[in-house]
């Protein structure tokens, strides 16, 4: 019997998200393993994903209860009462194999004088490429204090697995295991309130290296000789006070939207959209590409990172550093009804290659190869 233990350190900081969804997905299947102990414990959480499985795989500790704190103080306690349950669990000796969801560092300095060996999954290096802030830095000093002391370590992408090399060359490649992501958007999808008839989507976070400024200057240049489509941005935050001041000095207040959506209008937005444009310089795996492909949507993405290797030849690529590039490549697809048909074939053939069995199948490989 191998017994497995998993935080619940991503379901706090995480309403959606890739990295819960990817843990959710492990949750939903362990408890069906008959070889494996799952300890997991979740005190309270605002996570969609996990509070789906709560009502009927996961009761929480505090069922019932709602907590008058929020923000930053509730994470904080919710964080205390994690931690203290993950080192209590690790100081006994009777956990074979450590999952954290996410990157901390608390539980190494135990981990050095317990027999748990760690497996660690690293989703990305933006941290480490693309750090902006102090907090990014600290991560960065997470995720390597992680790297040095785990057994296994999971990357998403043969991609992330280069990044992590060159950024930890001490690693031992043999260590690394690269399973890919898939997809969970759900089956039927909600119609949308003012939806244009006619727009680009884009789907989530939109500051730094996500290169959503390129795109809102190429959508300025497209939109001059298609007057009648729109940008629609699905999901984070309210415009920012510089992407409004730019839409109203391109008069494009307008012709750019920006709106939260539930799974199933996500889904009907990536269903109606002429095609999805994902123009980051830098991700990891990336979901939305998957997204696209199975709701038929022709997709337009950078020739960075992962994003080629997810895709494989089932998208539009652009050079974000060759100017006009993007706005060429967004007139092309506009303008060619056939190449869009052509990249939906595509598209809906490869994301057959995906799926979270798939993942999990591999994950619990990796958990078994510990126990050996």
């Known amino acids: 019997m191998l017994r497995l233990l998993i935080d619940d350190e991503i379901f706090i900081y995480q309403r959606f998200g890739g990295v819960s969804r990817i843990f959710s997905e492990l949750l939903k299947r362990l408890p069906n393993e008959k070889d494996i102990e799952l300890n997991f414990a979740s005190t309270y959480s605002e996570n969609e994903y996990l509070n789906e499985l709560k009502r009927t795989q996961y009761p929480p500790f505090l069922k019932n209860f709602s907590f008058p704190l929020k923000g930053k103080i509730m994470r904080a306690l919710l964080k205390f009462i994690n931690h203290q349950h993950v080192v209590k669990q690790l100081g006994s000796g009777k956990i074979d194999v450590f999952h954290p ?57 043969e991609h992330t697995k280069k990044d992590l090399l060159e950024q930890y060359p001490n690693v031992n490649p043999a260590i690394i295991s690269v399973i890919y992501l898939a997809h ?58 510089a992407e409004k001041a730019f839409l109203a000095e391109a008069q494009l207040e307008q012709k750019v939207k920006q709106q939260p959506l539930s799974e199933k209008q996500l889904k009907y937005a990536y269903e109606n959209a002429l095609l999805f444009v994902f123009p980051s310089l830098y991700e990891g795996f990336g979901i939305p590409v998957l997204e696209a492909f199975a709701t ?77």
């Open 101 to 157: 969801s996410f990157y901390e560092d608390y539980y190494v300095n135990v981990l050095q004088n317990s027999p748990t060996k760690l497996v660690f999954t690293v989703h990305d290096l933006i941290h480490e490429k693309f750090p902006s802030n102090g907090s990014d830095k600290r991560m960065a000093q997470k995720k390597a204090a992680n790297i040095a002391c785990a057994q296994r370590i999971i990357v998403v992408s």
């Open 184 to 241: 969970s958007l759900p089956v039927l999808s909600e119609p949308i309130e003012d939806l244009p008839k006619k727009y680009i989507l884009f789907v989530g976070e939109r500051a730094g290296y996500k290169n959503f400024k390129q795109l809102l200057e190429a959508f300025a240049e497209v939109s001059i000789s298609h007057p009648d489509l729109h940008l629609f941005c699905a999901g984070s935050r309210p415009f920012s006070a």
């Open 296 to 372: 038929k949507t022709p997709v337009l993405i950078s020739n960075r990172s992962s994003l080629p290797e997810v895709a494989q030849g089932a998208a539009q690529l652009f050079n974000p550093d060759e100017p006009g590039d993007l706005s060429k490549q967004l007139k092309s697809l506009l303008n060619d009804v056939n190449l869009r048909q052509h990249l939906i074939a595509l598209g809906s053939n490869r994301v057959k290659d995906f799926s979270w069995e798939k993942h999990y199948a591999k994950t619990l490989e990796v958990y078994h190869s510990l126990s050996l």
